[in-house]
């Protein structure tokens, strides 16, 4: 599965929007970009996938660029729940591939 | 949809006992279901990937005599950790894929922690 670097920290204001980037230069045509999220003593949250195209679902948007190099992750009116840590995850379509949890964005969303 | 609970949240236990701790997927049927560990300010490590009806495999550095996976139904996975030490006290998380073909999403549980006395 490709790697991705994604930033160690990050804050935002309530109200405003978030993007979380993160970069993924060896993915390969068949994987996906899964984002979850883990608020402190809690299982990981599923947030959004994607394959080539830009999705959005109620709690989020996920934008890849063309190249399927980088994609961010857009929280579009952050509150202070969304304080977490963001993990960007490559991993191959089906039951192919694990999840491999790096050590995400730890998003500080403050008053 | 695609809630995944764990019981116990939380258990503390003597050296030596066995602890076990259930994952059930709640509104969807699972063929696989995963189970991680996640140490203090560490990221979640997976530590095997059980199947339903079959056995379960390890990753490098698990014991498997040590963390006993049944995966009986596909909505129950059970790991059982065997004669626990203190080393094993840790936040033990399992996930479920939603099996559709394509993703096949992991949902998360809750998680159990553990802590052994």
């Known amino acids: 599965d490709a790697k991705t670097t994604q930033p160690t920290s990050m804050d935002c204001a309530e109200g405003r929007a978030a993007n979380l980037p993160c970069n993924h230069s060896?993915?390969?045509?068949?994987?996906?970009v899964y984002w979850y999220r883990q608020i402190h003593s809690q299982g990981p949250q599923y947030i959004i996938h994607?394959?080539?195209n830009n999705e959005t679902n109620e709690m989020a948007s996920l934008i890849i660029t063309e190249d399927r190099k980088s994609s961010t992750l857009i929280l579009p009116h952050a509150t202070l729940r969304d304080t977490a840590v963001y993990y960007c995850i490559v991993r191959g379509g089906g039951s192919q591939g694990n999840l491999i949890f790096g050590k995400g964005t730890k998003l500080s969303v403050k008053p | 949809g695609a809630v995944v609970s764990q019981h116990p949240s939380r258990v503390i236990c003597k050296s030596g006992t066995s602890v076990k701790i259930e994952c059930r997927s709640l509104?969807?049927?699972?063929?696989?279901m995963f189970w991680y560990r996640q140490f203090p300010k560490k990221s979640l490590m997976l530590m095997a990937t059980s199947n339903e009806g079959s056995k379960a495999t390890y990753e490098q550095g698990v014991e498997k005599d040590k963390f006993l996976i049944n995966h009986a139904s596909l909505t129950l996975s059970t790991l059982t950790v065997t004669s626990a030490h203190p080393e094993d006290s840790s936040f033990y998380i399992c996930?479920?894929?939603?099996?559709?073909?394509?993703?096949?999403?992991?949902?998360f549980g809750p998680g159990t922690r553990l802590t052994v006395l």
């Open positions: 060896t993915i390969s045509g068949n994987e996906y």
């Open positions: 996930s479920a894929g939603d099996g559709k073909m394509a993703t096949d999403t992991q949902y």
């Open positions: 994607g394959l080539k």
């Open positions: 509104d969807f049927q699972a063929t696989t």
